[in-house]
């Protein structure tokens, strides 16, 4: 496994939006992330995927428009699925 895909985790901001979480290095030492960006490559994002699985093209996306919960109801669903 690359070093990359190692790397990856969720993001779990405290009190500041620093994220806490991290990962341990092909040596095994722990390295702490300490990022404030949700939407760094790093972080393991559900709602990030969700949203780029309906960037169509660009477009708005009309595919929770009879839903419920709509988009955000449908993205909440998913990302507590992925929890």
């Known amino acids: ?3 990359y895909a ?3 985790h969720t993001f779990e901001p405290d009190k500041e939006g620093r994220c806490t979480s991290g990962w341990y290095n092909e040596r095994g030492r722990y390295i702490k992330c ?3 960006q949700r939407s760094s490559v790093l972080h393991d994002d ?3 995927d969700f949203r780029q699985a309906h960037d169509h ?3 708005d996306c009309m595919c929770f428009e009879d839903s ?3 988009y955000h ?9 992925r929890a």
Not at 73 to 81: E, I, N
């Open 73 to 81: 109801g449908a993205m909440d669903d998913y990302v507590s699925r």
């Open 57 to 59: 093209g660009g477009g």
């Open 46 to 48: 559900a709602e990030s």
């Open 68 to 70: 419920p919960g709509g």
């Open 1 to 3: 496994m690359s070093g």
């Open 34 to 36: 300490n990022s404030t």
């Open 6 to 8: 190692i790397a990856i």
